[in-house]
């Protein structure tokens, strides 16, 4: 079945950078798009980045435009999200999600098909 399992958050100091990763499973990893979505305590959960599926089109949130990369490795069934100059409020569950729908590279929360379990980031002031 499909897995998805992410890693690498943790607790950092703002200006600080984390690597997260998502180890897949379960579905021939190459063929779909992929995404980075967070969600804060209290707050609907958002899109931070996506990737097509050979990796030359990517996406990034207004917010974190600049700081966060998205990147993938179809050798490795990996996507990495490289996160620079954190903020304090960039602190939330992160999650990456698999799109098995289409080639388009679709940034809504429900075009996703399959989810990790999340791992925290939290940023300290």
């Known amino acids: 079945q499909v897995q998805l399992v992410e890693s690498g958050g943790g607790l950092v100091q703002a200006g600080g950078s984390l690597r997260l990763s998502c180890a897949a499973s379960?579905?021939?990893?190459?063929?779909?798009?992929m995404g980075w979505f967070r969600q804060a305590p209290g707050k609907e959960r958002e899109i931070v980045a996506a990737i097509t599926l050979s990796g030359s089109n990517t996406y990034s949130a207004d917010s974190v435009k600049g700081r966060f990369t998205i990147s993938r490795d179809n050798a490795k069934n990996t996507v990495y999200l490289q996160m620079n100059s954190l903020k304090p409020e960039d602190t939330a569950v992160y999650y990456c999600?698999?799109?098995?729908?289409?080639?388009?590279?679709?940034?809504?929360?429900?075009?996703?098909?399959?989810w990790g379990q999340g791992t925290q980031v939290t940023v300290s002031s």
């Open positions: 999600a698999a799109d098995l729908s289409t080639s388009k590279l679709r940034i809504g929360v429900s075009s996703y098909n399959y």
């Open positions: 379960g579905f021939i990893f190459s063929w779909y798009n």
